[in-house]
């Protein structure tokens, strides 16, 4: 699975698409197959258009085709149709958006193999001339389609998908020819991003080559089953580290009663994985969903680098659902996950198992099941599961953790993983085994200019509200403050007007988009040390408490916040700087150091950063800040802290 970014930087693209078309074989037949359903915009026409100026069009060269689903399918364009380029980028031009509430991509698959990919459209299928579909979705499919995929495949045409953040990357790689050929995009405008893999894959590719490729079939529980492997994904070679080979599945509870602290689950999930040896030939990670029913995210060999596993991991979004229903979850997890097609013969198998209920069915028998078929299960729950159950599922006593909520879960993240890799590690704790309470003052200051409209605004402030549930535990003194800004700065609550998360999370979720063209960020920054970081708003800068400011921001400041930011890191506040797209210095000039930025390419891609963030905002807090202490802007994140510590001494 590829994902892809939306940096809009494509240029010379016209002299690399005429290089390729120089070198691109002849005979092909390519159907666009397009998403017409209400919603979808009118990006479709631009995409193809790029796509085809750089191939070779004709009537024995490459031929082109469009066919429109939604409520159901329809062919705008046959593949006999034009015998020209110029005859086909007429028609597309004359594309119109058909609409319709349903997105019925199963129906036309099928749709394809059966009434359109015939000889009486254009189709040289009988003539042994590859056939490539590109399937574009703005969301999910409406009916199945993991039989009307499979059929398609079998016939020997190879699709492409393409799919919005909406879609689920396994429903992408159940209609791809191959996981490769399964592409994501941020939105429809986002198309351009792809088309140049598009074009190489359509051009280079040897008659040969597409005759020796083998499809991936989806089952018909919509699960992958991975029929071909490269050859290296078979050959048995010894571990590069020298460890023991082990298959580690996580079982999450996706219902909709756990989805506000799905976030913090996600986070546990990436922060293990970071700790464990990942590689076909070390441990391999799967994911399945689980609440009325399970559903598989990824397999055990579907991905085989740690980068791969985390990208897929930060992906996940919590499917819903009412019913907790951990007795068929493991039921299926022990007899489809763990099968020597989707895991590695010799290693040792473990299930970690996270729940936030209780399972109105007995799971009692479940784990001699485990324990019969060599699965080590570690069971985590939070307050509402039921600790019986956790015991009678897990294989040891010592294999079963609770936790008041799943924010609270990286206190137990080291003892997981020291289950995990079979070694018992000594835990630095307070009497009571959790971490020491963490105390901070932290105001969050964001960008509520043009620059990210008013979805996008949405966007961080769901941001906010999970780097929130993932590092504000019920123990710790915490207080926050949020502010967000254009020409000039609106205050939604200062760091004494909230005393517990709820509220402060609810407030966030309330906060309203402004809009504005132009960001003062200096100004905006002078106005939170003047409002936010006092004593009557709630500061405990003069107890010593950490003082800490984040801004979240998307454009370059008209005035000058490097001076502004400097200011404030001289009273004592820390300022980290979150930046989405390319801004230059900017960032640079205003965090308090180079660990304490942070950048994503998209709006979107913000929740890549909560580990970052985290683990650099936790050391921080760690410290205690002392009133008057020389600002190192470009030290090192450690060496300043062991200043302050030192200089804590003499106080």
Request: charged share 25%; with cysteine.
């Amino acid at each position: 699975m590829q994902k892809i970014s939306s940096d809009p930087t494509y240029l010379n693209m016209s002299h690399v698409l005429c290089s390729l078309a120089e070198r691109q074989p002849t005979g092909r037949d390519v159907v666009f197959l397009l998403d017409g359903s209400d919603g979808t915009r009118t990006e479709f026409p631009e995409f193809i258009r790029r796509v085809v100026e750089s191939l070779s069009v004709g009537e024995d060269k490459i031929r082109i085709g469009v066919v429109q689903y939604s409520d159901r399918p329809q062919a705008d364009i046959d593949l006999n149709s034009h015998t020209t380029k110029e005859g086909v980028l007429s028609a597309v031009r004359r594309l119109r958006h058909r609409g319709g509430r349903q997105r019925n991509l199963g129906q036309a698959l099928e749709f394809l193999r059966q009434d359109f990919l015939t000889t009486a459209r254009g189709s040289r299928r009988q003539d042994g001339v590859p056939q490539f579909v590109i399937a574009v979705s703005s969301g999910p499919s409406t009916d199945d389609i993991t039989r009307a995929a499979t059929s398609l495949k079998q016939s020997r045409v190879l699709p492409f998908s393409i799919g919005t953040r909406d879609v689920n990357p396994t429903e992408l790689r159940v209609v791809s020819y191959v996981p490769n050929y399964a592409y994501t995009v941020d939105d429809l405008p986002g198309l351009y991003t792809v088309q140049e893999n598009l074009i190489t894959t359509l051009t280079e590719l040897s008659d040969d080559e597409i005759a020796g490729m083998r499809p991936v079939f989806p089952d018909y529980e919509g699960n992958l089953l991975l029929l071909y492997k490269k050859i290296v994904c078979t050959v048995k070679t010894p571990s590069p580290t020298g460890g023991e080979k082990r298959d580690v599945v996580f079982l999450i509870d996706g219902t909709t009663a756990v989805r506000s602290e799905f976030p913090a689950i996600r986070e546990m999930i990436k922060r293990v994985v970071d700790k464990l040896d990942v590689g076909l030939d070390q441990v391999r990670i799967s994911v399945v969903q689980y609440s009325d029913e399970p559903k598989v995210e990824f397999l055990l060999n579907e991905f085989s680098t740690k980068d791969e596993v985390r990208q897929a991991v930060a992906r996940l979004r919590s499917r819903g659902g009412d019913r907790l229903n951990t007795g068929r979850a493991l039921e299926y997890v022990s007899r489809n996950i763990y099968q020597r097609s989707a895991g590695s013969p010799e290693a040792s198998q473990h299930l970690v198992v996270l729940t936030g209920g209780r399972s109105p069915q007995d799971v009692s028998i479940y784990g001699p099941l485990l324990k019969g078929s060599r699965v080590n299960c570690i069971g985590i729950g939070s307050s509402g599961a039921d600790p019986r159950q956790l015991a009678q599922i897990t294989t040891t006593s010592d294999d079963v953790f609770q936790v008041a909520t799943f924010p609270s879960l990286p206190a137990i993240k080291d003892r997981v993983i020291s289950r995990l890799s079979g070694t018992i590690e000594e835990i630095p704790t307070e009497a009571s085994g959790l971490p020491p309470p963490k105390k901070a003052d932290i105001v969050f200051l964001v960008d509520g200019s043009i620059n990210l409209g008013r979805e996008n605004f949405k966007e961080v402030m769901e941001f906010i509200i999970n780097l929130i549930d993932l590092f504000f535990t019920d123990r710790d003194d915490l207080r926050f403050g949020l502010a967000h800004y254009a020409v000039d700065v609106s205050d939604v609550f200062y760091l004494n007007t909230y005393n517990n998360r709820e509220d402060i999370v609810s407030a966030i979720g309330r906060a309203e988009y402004k809009g504005g063209r132009r960001i003062n960020t200096g100004a905006a920054i002078r106005h939170v040390q003047d409002n936010h970081f006092i004593k009557e708003k709630g500061s405990r800068k003069d107890e010593g408490t950490p003082q800490i400011l984040m801004l979240i921001t998307g454009g370059r400041s008209a005035d000058d916040s490097k001076t502004a930011a400097l200011g404030l890191k001289n009273t004592g506040v820390r300022i980290f700087a979150v930046g989405v797209g390319n801004i230059e210095n900017e960032l640079e000039n205003i965090a308090s150091e180079s660990t304490t930025v942070a950048r994503a390419s998209t709006y979107q891609m913000l929740s890549e950063l909560n580990e970052q963030i985290l683990e650099t905002l936790d050391d921080e807090v760690k410290g205690k800040l002392c009133v008057g202490v020389p600002e190192v802007t470009r030290g090192k994140k450690h060496f300043f802290l062991a200043i302050v510590q030192e200089l804590s001494c003499f106080t």
